[in-house]
């Protein structure tokens, strides 16, 4: 039986906690707040409550993986997962919207030549169908399996089938980037293309620059499905925390842990603010790349993966609004508003240029009665991708309300008081710097969008969550879970747990 200190009680420490549990050893999970979860927080007032972090839930088979393994009740004993219907309805800078089912891919073809114009949903679906290759070929190395040794290969191998264009007396051309997708194999409708890129930017990337492999973003949307959580996404955190708790899982809150303890070349445990020593046989570290350096002295331990980081992604801006009036019959849970000039925005995020009028906004009307005071009420998130650091005012709220009037036209005489959790608070809670978010791991673009391995330089010390591979979001980070345990279980030979 191991002593392991775990750092932070983000969701991929935490299911690497319970994980370590089950299988004998004695995790203590060190946390700097007062409370687990990290990014993913409930704000409640007067009768509301919003969550503070991601609001709905992909891929939930990796949670029931770990409800499975680690006790009797199943994950859907425990927390109320519904596929929301539609998955997500697209409000174009046209005015047209769309309504694209939850899951059925012949559904969303279908919306999209209604809308768009026939031939649309064709060239959707044969794109998807691209998808799925790249999906089929990068799901284990990127989603199941620790980081290969060699993962050059997946830095330098496009797994997306890209379609070749030929032009006349030009040279073939072929999408390497998502925004190339939406130009040479979506046909170019401004519709598609606002589609397609949109997966890229609510993951904080450019789509301009995102690899043709970010395909499989809106591949895994569109067919596992996207979920909601009943009393909102802090329930499925809760029920992780209560499990750990089940099997003994130790939690120390405030603890903030300022080093990470080396002895005879290895992790050898953690020393806290008020400079006690917790002595451990492994350390497993679910933190940001500065603050796990920082614990090192600035000495980075994350090996040679280039690798996401903290200064090239976005951070989020959410605005959590109280309405007065009872939430309509047919409201979408998830609208998302698209921005009216593509090219400002691209460049306010990603170029240093000036906040567009009206950026890209999703807005989120759960109709979750747990989260208002009553049925004359309704809860609303709205979501914005925003550049790393961005500072959030009054303006900034202003442009925010005027894109989220396109989901709800009488927002403004419905507003009781709105609260906005800014970059900066992003960055209290996880301690990422600027309060970017991390994403997925994805193949190509050199490597720069992959997550260093779980297992460092260090003996006895492993990453864990959004920050280590297979990278963030909820699933990915719970998955760096079941990584790590079966890396600390199994040993170095681990090669997965699917
Ligand atoms: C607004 C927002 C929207 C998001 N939307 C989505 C989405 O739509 N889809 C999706 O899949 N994902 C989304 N995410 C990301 C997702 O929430 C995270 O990737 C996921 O929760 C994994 O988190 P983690 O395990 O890396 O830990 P984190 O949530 O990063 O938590 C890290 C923890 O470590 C603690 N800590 C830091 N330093 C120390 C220290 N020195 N000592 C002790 N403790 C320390 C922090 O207090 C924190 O609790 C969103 C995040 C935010 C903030």
Redesign the pocket.
């Known amino acids: 039986m191991a002593r392991i200190a775990v750092?932070?009680?983000?969701?991929?420490?935490?299911a690497a906690a319970a994980r370590l549990a089950v299988a004998g050893h004695r995790p203590v999970v060190?946390?700097?707040?007062s409370t687990?979860?990290?990014?993913?927080?409930l704000l409640e007032r007067e009768g509301f409550a919003f969550d503070?972090?991601?609001?709905?839930?992909?891929l939930p088979a990796v949670y029931r993986d770990l409800f499975v393994k680690t006790g009797k009740e199943p994950l859907e004993d425990l927390v109320g997962l519904t596929q929301i219907e539609p998955a997500v309805r697209h409000v174009f800078a046209d005015g047209t919207t769309a309504d694209l089912p939850n899951a059925r891919r012949a559904g969303v073809a279908e919306a999209l030549d209604a809308v768009v114009g026939s031939g649309a949903g064709a060239r959707w679906s044969a794109f998807m169908d691209r998808a799925r290759e790249a999906w089929d070929r990068s799901r284990r190395p990127l989603l199941e399996e620790p980081l290969w040794p060699n993962w050059r290969v997946l830095a330098d191998r496009e797994p997306y089938p890209a379609l070749t264009r030929k032009r006349l007396l030009r040279k073939d051309r072929t999408a390497t980037t998502l925004a190339g997708i939406g130009g040479l194999e979506l046909g170019g409708d401004a519709r598609l293309v606002a589609l397609v890129e949109q997966y890229a930017l609510?993951?904080g990337l450019d789509p301009r620059t995102a690899p043709a492999s970010a395909a499989v973003l809106p591949y895994m949307e569109q067919t596992f499905g996207t979920w909601a959580v009943s009393g909102g996404l802090r329930a499925l955190a809760d029920a992780v925390y209560a499990r750990c708790l089940q099997r003994r899982v130790e939690f120390r809150f405030d603890?903030?842990?300022?080093r990470i303890v080396e002895k005879d070349g290895r992790a050898a445990g953690v020393e806290l603010g008020d400079g006690a020593v917790e002595e451990a046989d492994f350390v497993v570290a679910?933190?940001?790349p500065s603050?796990l350096d920082?614990?090192l002295a600035g000495r980075s331990v994350r090996g040679e993966v280039p690798a996401q980081s903290e200064s090239a992604l976005s951070s989020?801006l959410?605005v959590h609004l109280a309405l007065r009036g009872a939430r309509p019959e047919g409201t979408a849970h998830r609208t998302v508003v698209h921005g009216a000039d593509r090219d400002a925005e691209l460049a306010w995020l990603f170029d240093g240029g000036p906040r567009p009028d009206r950026p890209t906004v999703a807005v989120l009307r759960t109709g979750d009665p747990s989260q208002v005071p009553d049925a004359g009420h309704e809860a609303v998130t709205v979501?914005v991708t925003v550049p790393a650091h961005a500072r959030v005012g009054g303006a900034d709220v202003e442009a925010v309300l005027a894109a989220t009037q396109r989901a709800v036209p009488d927002l403004r005489e419905r507003i009781l008081w709105h609260e906005i959790?800014a970059p900066q608070d992003?960055a209290e809670?996880?301690?990422?710097a600027g309060?970017v978010?991390?994403a997925?791991a994805l193949a190509a673009a050199r490597g720069r969008l992959l997550h260093p391995a779980n297992a460092t330089a260090l003996p006895g010390l492993f990453a864990?969550?959004?920050?280590s591979h297979p990278g963030?979001?909820?699933?990915?980070?719970g998955m760096?879970g079941a990584l790590v345990a079966g890396l600390i279980v199994e040993g170095p030979q681990f090669r997965g747990s699917q």
């Not at 060190?30 to 707040?33: G, H, I, M, Q």
């Not at 809670?429 to 990422?432: H, L, S, V």
């Open positions: 750092i932070g009680a983000g969701m991929g420490a935490m060190f946390e700097r707040a687990y979860g990290g990014a993913v927080g503070t972090g991601p609001g709905l839930l992909p609510a993951y603890a903030d842990v300022t679910g933190v940001a603050v920082g614990l989020r959410t979501i959790r992003i809670t996880t301690g990422a309060g978010v991390p997925p864990v969550g959004g920050w963030g979001g909820l699933p990915h980070a760096s």
